[in-house]
C-alpha cells in the first residue's frame, strides 16, 4: 500500500514538472536551462520530430466529446549516461525546447533534481504565476457589474 502512494506522488511531480515545461515560453525555458551549467551526456531514443494531434472538447465540459482541431506537438525522447530516461512532448515546432525538456525530464530523476529544480523550474513557476495574475488583474479591470433596478412599475 505504501509502494502504491509512493509511485502516485512520483507520478504526480512527474506529471506536474512535465506539464510546467510543456506551458513553458520558448525564451524563458531556454535561458534558465542556459543557466544551469553543464549538459549531461545523453543518447538520443527518438529524435525531436514534428507532429500533430487532435484536440478534444467537452461543451460545459461534462457534453459529448468533440473534435476540436489539431495542434503541433514535438516529440522527443532520451536517455542519459547512467540510463535515465527523460521524454517531452511541447506545443508547437521547437526542436530545441523539446530537447531541452526531454534532459530537464531525465535530470529530475535523477540525485540532480533539487538542483534543476531550484535552477529551472521554480523560477519558470513563480514567473509564469505572475504573468497569469498580471493577466487576470487587466481582465478584472474591464469587468463590468450589471444590475437591476426595481422600478415600480409592476
Not at 4 to 16: T, V, W
Given at each position: 500500500?505504501?509502494?502504491?502512494?509512493?509511485?502516485?506522488?512520483?507520478?504526480?511531480?512527474?506529471?506536474?514538472?512535465?506539464?510546467?515545461?510543456?506551458?513553458?515560453?520558448?525564451?524563458?525555458?531556454?535561458?534558465?536551462?542556459?543557466?544551469?551549467?553543464?549538459?549531461?551526456?545523453?543518447?538520443?531514443?527518438?529524435?525531436?520530430?514534428?507532429?500533430?494531434?487532435?484536440?478534444?472538447?467537452?461543451?460545459?465540459?461534462?457534453?459529448?466529446?468533440?473534435?476540436?482541431?489539431?495542434?503541433?506537438?514535438?516529440?522527443?525522447?532520451?536517455?542519459?549516461?547512467?540510463?535515465?530516461?527523460g521524454?517531452?512532448?511541447?506545443?508547437?515546432?521547437?526542436?530545441?525546447?523539446?530537447e531541452?525538456?526531454?534532459?530537464?525530464?531525465?535530470?529530475?530523476?535523477?540525485?540532480?533534481?533539487?538542483?534543476?529544480?531550484?535552477?529551472?523550474?521554480?523560477?519558470l513557476?513563480?514567473?509564469?504565476?505572475?504573468?497569469?495574475?498580471?493577466?487576470?488583474?487587466?481582465?478584472?479591470?474591464?469587468?463590468?457589474?450589471?444590475?437591476?433596478?426595481?422600478?415600480?412599475?409592476d
Amino acid at each position: 500500500m505504501a509502494s502504491e502512494e509512493k509511485i502516485g506522488a512520483a507520478e504526480a511531480a512527474r506529471r506536474s514538472w512535465m506539464g510546467l515545461l510543456a506551458r513553458a515560453p520558448e525564451a524563458r525555458l531556454r535561458e534558465l536551462w542556459q543557466g544551469y551549467g553543464a549538459v549531461p551526456g545523453f543518447d538520443w531514443l527518438r529524435r525531436p520530430e514534428v507532429g500533430a494531434v487532435m484536440v478534444r472538447g467537452r461543451m460545459g465540459g461534462t457534453g459529448a466529446p468533440f473534435n476540436l482541431g489539431e495542434m503541433t506537438v514535438t516529440r522527443c525522447s532520451l536517455t542519459l549516461e547512467d540510463g535515465t530516461v527523460g521524454h517531452a512532448y511541447v506545443q508547437g515546432r521547437d526542436k530545441a525546447k523539446a530537447e531541452a525538456a526531454a534532459l530537464i525530464d531525465a535530470l529530475m530523476q535523477t540525485p540532480a533534481a533539487a538542483a534543476v529544480r531550484a535552477v529551472v523550474l521554480d523560477p519558470l513557476e513563480s514567473g509564469m504565476a505572475a504573468a497569469k495574475q498580471t493577466r487576470a488583474a487587466k481582465s478584472a479591470a474591464t469587468k463590468v457589474d450589471f444590475f437591476t433596478l426595481v422600478r415600480g412599475e409592476d
